[in-house]
């Protein structure tokens, strides 16, 4: 299967967002978290579905011993941070961010379309407190819910802040495995499906025109929803993809590759798909798969999770 665009839109922004300095916190009580014994962590996969975003080989890499966050941040996490150092995200100080096109109030009015991916609007005022636009802060509403339109630079800017890290890919696939090994997804290797299998948060029906919405949500879910993995870890795939620490790679010497990789220069990696992921689309709800986008840009399904050395 080919790499197809728009799993998450990359923001063109004139300028340089300024540089904030983080504090470590002082009131705060780090998220919950789950030790993750050292290893050698599988990553990768021997069955590749979208090559092109180099999800193979299978491979080895040794992990030391470390703790991450049992789910995504939350709104309430995100808030806490906030509130005590004054940050401002960067889709706050560039004054938009892309929304999904079921997600945006009429009351918007007319927005702007991404090119080849149309579902996807830039809307004014849209941050993660403003889910879908200016008008409402739904993020106090979805307290527990992965707080979102954070960029990679606000990812990283909170986990420095509560004394961790982003996770590397390594560490991410390894705890997302939950001891399984080389499965597809945190559960093993069932399928989702449209009609009664939903271990994950993602897209039913005809993506982007129809969402039935089976398994109860249209857009994100609580943060601790669904069954946890086998280390007691939730979401991983689905709901919101999850910014890590590294550049996004393609390991091939393809021309096409090359080109491709050439395009995203500077492009930092993402893992474990999203509400809006189906197999018809964007099969990247797999532990293998991968994504990547520019560090500033921002929106309503890309959040975080937080890892700490031991």
Not at 150 to 170: C, F, H, M, Q
Not at 224 to 229: E, G, P
Not at 260 to 266: D, H, N, T, Y
Request: glycine content about 10%; overall charge neutral; some cysteine.
């Amino acid at each position: 299967m080919a790499a197809k665009t728009g799993c998450s839109p990359p923001a063109v922004r004139p300028g340089v967002a300024k540089e904030f300095r983080i504090p470590p916190a002082i009131t705060a009580t780090p998220p919950p978290a789950i030790e993750i014994p050292g290893d050698e962590a599988l990553v990768g996969t021997r069955d590749p579905v979208i090559s092109d975003d180099a999800e193979g080989p299978l491979r080895t890499k040794r992990v030391a011993p470390f703790r991450i966050g049992e789910t995504a941040v939350t709104n309430a996490q995100f808030a806490a941070f906030v509130d005590e150092t004054g940050y401002v995200t960067e889709a706050e100080r560039f004054g938009w961010s892309f929304v999904f096109w079921a997600q945006v109030p009429k009351s918007v009015g007319p927005t702007q379309a991404v090119r080849n991916v149309t579902w996807w609007r830039r809307v004014d005022g849209a941050d993660w407190r403003h889910i879908h636009g200016p008008e409402r802060d739904l993020a106090r509403d979805r307290s527990d819910h992965p707080v979102v339109h954070v960029s990679w630079n606000d990812a990283r800017a909170y986990a420095k802040w509560i004394g961790g890290r982003l996770p590397t890919e390594a560490e991410w696939e390894h705890a997302a495995r939950g001891g399984l090994g080389d499965v597809r997804f945190p559960w093993g290797d069932e399928e989702p499906d449209d009609t009664g299998h939903f271990p994950c948060n993602i897209w039913q029906g005809s993506f982007p025109e129809t969402n039935t919405c089976a398994d109860g949500y249209a857009e994100t879910a609580p943060a601790k929803s669904y069954f946890a993995n086998g280390h007691g870890l939730y979401n991983l795939v689905g709901n919101v993809w999850e910014w890590t620490a590294e550049p996004f790679v393609i390991r091939s010497q393809k021309r096409a590759a090359k080109a491709r990789q050439a395009q995203m220069k500077g492009f930092k990696l993402a893992k474990g798909g999203s509400f809006l992921c189906h197999r018809s689309y964007c099969y990247r709800y797999r532990i293998a798969a991968r994504t990547g986008n520019s560090p500033d840009s921002t929106t309503t399904h890309t959040g975080f999770r937080v890892v700490w050395g031991l």
